[in-house]
């Protein structure tokens, strides 16, 4: 036990002691946690921000300025005012996500083909092919605004001229048709209901005159959205803070990177002679190995609290379960130091397993969900993921902090880890002593 204190304290004093290295061990990932928090999210206030749609109005009618005045008044949306030419180019540019076009004479043509079918007019929709997600959240509010207005002007008295002009259209074709004649009998009826509506406006304004008061306006009537959605976050705990990912993700990623160093610093050790320095005191090779396993495992946990101590204090993370956390943060911290020895005990030499081993920790990085969620990947891709340990690491972390579940939520996390360092440990022991 002398000579294991001793191998841990040197480790330990030799890492403090380089001031610029471990400073940046810290910074680095704090700063880049922060940038991705504020992507995903930022913290519980945070609110959405609106998407930027450019519009090309030229349809001057009545139908085309309540679609433009609808698609302005949309809460998530930011409507941006632009000729044909500035939208196609914007978007070209990457500086514009959408841009819809409201063509000429849109609002006439839409109301003749709604019940027709034929003839119907195109909207011209500009996107970026990287901006595939916005493209079909566009389309949907547009769709909502366009069936609003259009059904609204076709049953209004204004209308009566598109009922008159499609029952022409239906007599002409001749009505032996079934589904044309139910057609041509809603028609006489919607233009009943116009014809009484605008009496009835007529006899309003007849009377407005005669009081000397502005006529009142009738409400349109036409199709709406039959349903408003409640929107309620829901979390065992804290409200979701996206800094609580992005600091377990970085805080992942760059510790397997210093182990990776404990790794390349056995292989130097062992190249410049001190390896066999140390072999050759009266201690065994499983004594050097556990001295610098611990060591690592100490700096990782010790890295990973400070890390959370910074999205606590200056990000208002929440730590659901101080338990469950410290829990994960050590099974982690053991889980990289057994990388570490791992790395060393196969590399043959510090240069080719430095690459060798940033690549395969870039990969176990990516497919745990440090840079992006894992809910984004495919659902094959996430049943894959379950292998890696990094992503237990991630979803650990992410079920003490944002998710506010307790010890149990930790606890497979937690062995799931331990597993994976009791195999990389035995393999790397293994590999020294051959």
């Not at 610029?20 to 700063?31: F, G, K, Q, S, T």
């Not at 996107?127 to 002007?153: E, F, I, R």
């Not at 605008?198 to 009142?216: H, L, Q, V």
Request: charge should be positive; glycine fraction near 10%; hydrophobic fraction near 50%.
């Amino acid at each position: 036990m002398t000579a294991l204190i001793a191998l841990v304290r040197k480790d330990l004093i030799l890492y403090i002691n380089d001031k610029r290295a471990l400073m940046l061990h810290l910074l680095m990932p704090v700063i880049l946690a922060a940038f991705f928090g504020s992507l995903f999210g930022g913290g519980s206030e945070a609110k959405t921000s609106k998407i930027e749609v450019g519009l090309v109005q030229l349809d001057q009618s009545d139908s085309g300025k309540k679609i433009a005045a609808g698609l302005k008044g949309d809460s998530s949306l930011k409507i941006v005012e632009l000729s044909d030419a500035e939208a196609r180019a914007r978007v070209r540019e990457g500086k514009l996500a959408v841009a819809v076009v409201i063509p000429d004479g849109f609002g006439e043509r839409a109301g003749d083909a709604l019940f027709s079918g034929r003839d119907k007019p195109e909207i011209p929709v500009y996107y970026d092919p990287s901006q595939s997600t916005m493209l079909a959240m566009v389309k949907g509010l547009l769709t909502q605004q366009v069936m609003q207005v259009t059904s609204a002007a076709v049953m209004s008295p204004k209308g009566n001229k598109t009922t008159e002009r499609q029952l022409a259209e239906l007599q002409a074709s001749g009505a032996s048709d079934p589904d044309k004649a139910q057609i041509s009998e809603f028609l006489v009826s919607l233009k009943k209901f116009q014809d009484q509506r605008a009496a009835t406006e007529a006899e309003k304004e007849a009377a407005a005159k005669a009081g000397g008061k502005p006529a009142p306006e009738t409400a349109p009537v036409g199709m709406s959205m039959p349903y408003t959605t409640q929107d309620q976050p829901l979390s065992s705990g804290p409200k979701y803070n996206g800094y609580a990912h992005s600091f377990a993700g970085m805080g992942v990623q760059f510790i397997l990177f210093m182990g990776i160093d404990m790794g390349i610093g056995i292989l130097l050790a062992r190249r410049m002679g001190i390896w066999n320095r140390l072999l050759a005191a009266p201690i065994s090779m499983t004594t050097v190995l556990a001295g610098r396993a611990i060591s690592g495992a100490m700096i990782a946990l010790g890295l990973m609290c400070a890390m959370f101590a910074c999205a606590v204090l200056i990000f208002k993370v929440e730590i659901s379960s101080i338990g469950g956390f410290l829990g994960i943060a050590l099974s982690f911290s053991l889980m990289t130091a057994a990388f570490g020895l791992l790395i060393a005990a196969f590399g043959k030499t510090p240069e080719a397993a430095r690459g060798i081993a940033v690549f395969a920790t870039l990969i176990m990085v990516m497919l745990g969900g440090a840079w992006v969620p894992s809910f984004i990947f495919p659902e094959w891709v996430q049943q894959v993921t379950l292998v890696v340990p990094t992503r237990w690491a991630i979803d650990g972390f992410d079920a003490v902090t944002w998710r506010g579940l307790g010890l149990e939520g930790a606890l497979k996390p937690i062995a799931v880890q331990l597993g994976f360092a009791a195999v990389f440990g035995s393999l790397a022991l293994w590999r020294f002593r051959r």
